[in-house]
């Protein structure tokens, strides 16, 4: 739950009209929160980073990304 809340708080202040200070926090919170529930689970986050998009885009496989928006996942 606390993740959800934190994940929404991020999507205000991307809509909103806030200081890139502000906007930075809330990408901190929703990582430091992404992060506890992989904790939680006994999931290596950076494991699991590196498994699906250490070759790059899981589906195009190059860094960045080059599929089309309307074939991003
Ligand atoms: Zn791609």
Redesign the pocket.
């Known amino acids: 739950m606390w993740f959800m809340s934190e994940v929404g708080e991020l999507a205000e202040a991307l809509r909103g009209q806030h200081k890139s200070e502000e906007v930075a926090k809330e990408f901190a919170d929703v990582l430091a929160w992404l992060a506890t529930l992989a904790n939680i689970a006994g999931i290596d986050l950076n494991a699991a980073i590196e498994m699906k998009y250490g070759r790059?885009?899981?589906?195009?496989?190059?860094i960045p990304?080059?599929?089309s928006p309307t074939?991003?996942p």
């Open positions: 790059g885009c899981p589906y195009c496989e190059k990304c080059l599929c074939e991003k």
